[in-house]
Nanobody
Framework: QVQLVESGGGLAQPGESMRLSCEAS????????MAWYRQAPGQQRELVAT???????NYTVSVKDRFTISRDNDKRTMYLQMNSLRPEDTAVYFC?????????????????WGQGTQVTVSS
């Protein structure tokens, strides 16, 4: 069974940094892609950053050059380093993973989500 658990959220002041972690219950090389999403109150969930199985990354424009996504296969963990935080970064951040192949974990393309971690940026 695949479980994703986020941690590292909390309260930060504008301009500060914070690192989120997403630990998986299985080896993450099984995932074709992993990503961070966020959802602010009253808004739709939006894709923040993606890291592919080959290590390539993608970011939404509003966080580019401020956030860095990475994955550590040995630690079964994905990270989101967030620098120069802004009030508009306030949201619940969710970890997402997509299976790269069919196995006992599920079907290729199956998606898994963490429970979310709150990030609040306020002075």
């Amino acid at each position: 069974q695949v479980q994703l658990v986020e941690s590292g959220g909390g309260l930060a002041q504008p301009g500060e940094s914070m690192r989120l972690s997403c630990e998986a219950s299985v080896r993450i090389f099984a995932f074709y892609s992993m990503a961070w999403y966020r959802q602010a109150p009253g808004q739709q969930r939006e894709l923040v950053a993606t890291v592919m199985h080959d290590g390539s990354t993608n970011y939404t424009v509003s966080v580019k050059d401020r956030f860095t996504i990475s994955r550590d296969n040995d630690k079964r963990t994905m990270y989101l380093q967030m620098n120069s935080l802004r009030p508009e970064d306030t949201a619940v951040y969710f970890c997402n993973a997509v299976l790269g192949g069919t196995s006992y974990l599920g079907e290729r393309g199956d998606e898994f989500w963490g429970q979310g971690t709150q990030v609040t940026v306020s002075s």
